[in-house]
Every structure is written in structure tokens, then in C-alpha cells.
């Protein structure tokens, strides 16, 4: 039984480029979640997104934005990437909206803005 | 604004030990409390979650205590293995729509053989 996927495992940008990252649910799970996590962090949450709706929106400027396909797979967008912007961006998926059920989480992608 | 304080920041414990984890919370609207374990590489997994209205909750060798009027939780890991060593975060959220978890900054276990 796969879990959360995401793609791709690792990337390097420069600063001021835009980067696109993947997340797949768990089959049948319909909200997804994002979340940074820091080097040396826990993570922070960033999006929250259920039925292709956003839901919930953490302390992240606009130049974060996510949307969320039929499909329930998931695109998180940061546009004009800086220095601080490095860290491993965390998909997690829950069967319906997260009030009661588990959260699981993806491995991550790994991002190093230079 | 940090809502969860989470301690010791790293730990070393002998095999067999007790670990002892600790978190508090200032947001009394929290009403599910989760910890997570990851290792290098992976993504947080979670290990054991309680509810205010109980006071402790035990799933095999661990244990979370909670305390509502200190605004106080914390995971006990008993019988600690070196399979054992990894991160451990404490999180919480609040109930609505958007269930988002606020973690703790993380504890590294380190269980020595």
C-alpha cells in the first residue's frame, strides 16, 4: 500500500527562481497539507486544502501559493525564492478534513536555494 | 510565536531507560495532542495522540501524560531501544475545519547500546 508520495526528492534552486512540488495522497484521502520544516525544526504549517478547496493558511507570504487537483494530488508553488526558503517541504494527507483523522506524512522534498 | 515549547532538545538514554519528553502549550482552544517520530530522511510518523479529557494514554512502550490546568504533555518511552533513536516532535491543534498541527521544535533521542 503506497503512502504520500512527493516529488522530487531533492532540489537545488537559485535565489529569486520558482519551484513546483508534487504531492500524491494516499489513495482515498482527499486533504492534503503542507508543511516547512527547517533544518534543526519542527515543521510549520503552510497550506491546508480539502475537495480542491483551501482550508487553512499559515504565516507564509504570497509567494507561497498550493492548489489541489480532482485528483486530490497536490502543487505547491514559491515564487521568487530566497536564501531562507531552504528546507524540506513536508506533504501530509488525511482521509477527510484533518478534525479527527491521523495526518501522515509524506518523505519530504528537499530545497537548497543558492 | 512559538505555542509549543518542547524539551530537552536532545537526549541520551541507555538501552532499557526511560525517556522522558516534555511539551507545554499557552493556546488553551488545543484539543489534540500528537507526537511524532522521525528519523533521518522521512517524513514525521505518528507514534501516540491524546485528548484533553484523559490524563494519560499508554500504546505498548509508550506513554503520553497529560496535564490540562499546567497546559503540560509529555511522552514517556519505556524500555528505550537504539531503534529508538530518532526525532520526536510534539504538536497540537485545535478543533474546525482546518485541523493544522503546531509542532514543537523537536527532541533527538539517542538510545546508546
Known amino acids: 500500500d503506497a503512502g504520500v508520495t512527493q516529488s522530487p526528492t531533492h532540489l537545488i534552486k537559485t535565489r529569486g527562481q520558482q519551484v513546483t512540488l508534487r504531492c500524491s495522497p494516499i489513495?482515498?484521502?482527499?486533504?492534503v497539507s503542507w508543511y516547512q520544516q527547517v533544518l534543526g525544526q519542527g515543521p510549520q504549517f503552510i497550506f491546508q486544502?480539502?475537495?480542491?478547496?483551501?482550508?487553512g493558511r499559515g504565516n507564509f507570504p504570497d509567494r507561497f501559493s498550493a492548489r489541489q487537483f480532482p485528483n486530490y494530488s497536490s502543487e505547491l508553488n514559491v515564487n521568487a525564492l530566497l536564501l531562507g526558503d531552504s528546507a524540506l517541504y513536508l506533504c501530509?494527507?488525511?482521509?477527510?478534513?484533518?478534525?479527527?483523522?491521523?495526518?501522515?506524512f509524506g518523505p519530504g522534498t528537499r530545497l537548497t536555494v543558492l | 510565536q512559538q505555542q509549543v515549547k518542547q524539551s530537552p532538545q536532545s537526549l541520551i538514554v541507555q538501552k532499557g531507560g526511560i525517556s522522558i519528553i516534555n511539551c507545554a502549550y499557552e493556546?488553551?482552544?488545543?484539543?489534540?495532542f500528537p507526537w511524532y517520530q522521525q528519523f533521518p530522511g522521512k517524513g514525521p510518523a505518528l507514534l501516540i495522540a491524546?485528548?484533553?479529557?484523559?490524563s494519560e494514554k499508554k500504546e505498548g512502550r509508550f506513554t503520553i501524560s497529560f496535564n490540562k490546568s499546567a497546559k503540560q504533555f509529555s511522552l514517556h518511552i519505556m524500555d528505550s531501544q537504539p531503534g529508538d533513536s530518532a526525532t520526536y516532535f510534539c504538536?497540537?491543534?485545535?478543533?474546525?475545519?482546518?485541523?493544522?498541527?503546531?509542532f514543537g521544535s523537536g527532541t533527538q533521542l539517542t538510545v546508546l547500546p
Open positions: 486544502y480539502y475537495e480542491k478547496e483551501e482550508r
Open positions: 491524546i485528548r484533553p479529557d484523559v
Open positions: 489513495s482515498g484521502h482527499k486533504s
Open positions: 501530509a494527507s488525511s482521509l477527510r478534513l484533518p478534525s479527527t483523522d491521523t495526518q501522515y
Open positions: 493556546n488553551t482552544a488545543f484539543d489534540y
Open positions: 504538536a497540537a491543534s485545535e478543533g474546525g475545519s482546518a485541523r493544522q498541527l503546531t
